[in-house]
Structure formats: C-alpha cells, structure tokens
C-alpha cells in the first residue's frame, strides 16, 4: 500500500512536466497589400468592380472615397444599404488591411 501511495505521488508531481506547453502565439502581422488585394478579389470585388477601382455590380467605385480610413473600417465592419456587414466573416486585423488597401487605391 506504501508504495502504491509513493507511486502515486510520484505521478502526481511528476505530470506537470508531461504538460504540453502550447505554443507561443504567433506574432501580429501585417497583412501585406498583396493579401490585402486577394482579399479584396475574393471579398467585395463582386459589387465593387475591378479591385475597387470602377463600380461593379451594385457597389460604387471605391478609389477615390471620401470617408476617412475609420469610416471606412466602420463600413465593412457594420455594412451599408444592401452591403452586408463582414464583421462575423472577416477578422479584424482584414477588415483594417482592407481598409488601408480602399484609401491607398490612386484615384484616377
Ligand atoms: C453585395 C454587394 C457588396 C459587397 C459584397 C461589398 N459591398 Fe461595399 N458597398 C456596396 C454598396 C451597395 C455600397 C453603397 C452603400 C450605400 O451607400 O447605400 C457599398 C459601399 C461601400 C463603401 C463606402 C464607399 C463610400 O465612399 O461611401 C466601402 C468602403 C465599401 N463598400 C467597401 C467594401 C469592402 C471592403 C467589401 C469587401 C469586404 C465590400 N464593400 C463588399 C455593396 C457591396
């Protein structure tokens, strides 16, 4: 019974030390305009024509917008008229690239 006992302390200080670390998180990263672009293509280029660069098929145009990179950010997060909100289908930090990658299109 002794040693039945030992044995069994033995496991119990013992197992931390078998306890998987998880694995560090990875860290942020910038999603670079390239992903952003792609994003785009697969996201909102079905409204909004050729990379944001010409109105689509229900979407305006978007090079050239007059809102502000927040209001822009706001927009995808909450939608507008008939865009849908992408708040449960992107993650934040696409949302703030696509953001980035609307304000940066040359308005020509
Ligand atoms: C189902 C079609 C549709 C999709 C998909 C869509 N949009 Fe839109 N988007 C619209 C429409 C329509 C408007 C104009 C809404 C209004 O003002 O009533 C709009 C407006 C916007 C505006 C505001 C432009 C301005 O100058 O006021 C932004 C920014 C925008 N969309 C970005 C995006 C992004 C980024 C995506 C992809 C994540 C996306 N949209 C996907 C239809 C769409």
């Not at 942020?28 to 785009?40: G, H, I, V, Y």
């Not at 305006?60 to 706001?74: H, R």
Request: net charge positive; charged share 20%.
């Amino acid at each position: 019974m002794k040693v039945l006992i030992s044995l069994a302390l033995v496991v119990l200080i013992a197992a931390p030390a078998f306890a998987e670390e998880p694995p560090p998180a990875a860290p942020p990263q910038e999603m670079s305009t390239q992903d952003a672009r792609k994003l785009f293509a697969a996201s909102c280029s079905w409204c909004h024509g050729m990379f944001g660069m010409k109105a689509g098929k229900g979407g305006p145009k978007l090079a050239g917008t007059t809102l502000e990179e927040t209001a822009v950010y706001t927009t995808i997060v909450k939608g507008r008229g008939s865009m849908p909100s992408f708040k449960n289908t992107l993650t934040d930090d696409e949302i703030k690239a696509l953001a980035k990658y609307i304000k940066a299109l040359p308005n020509e």
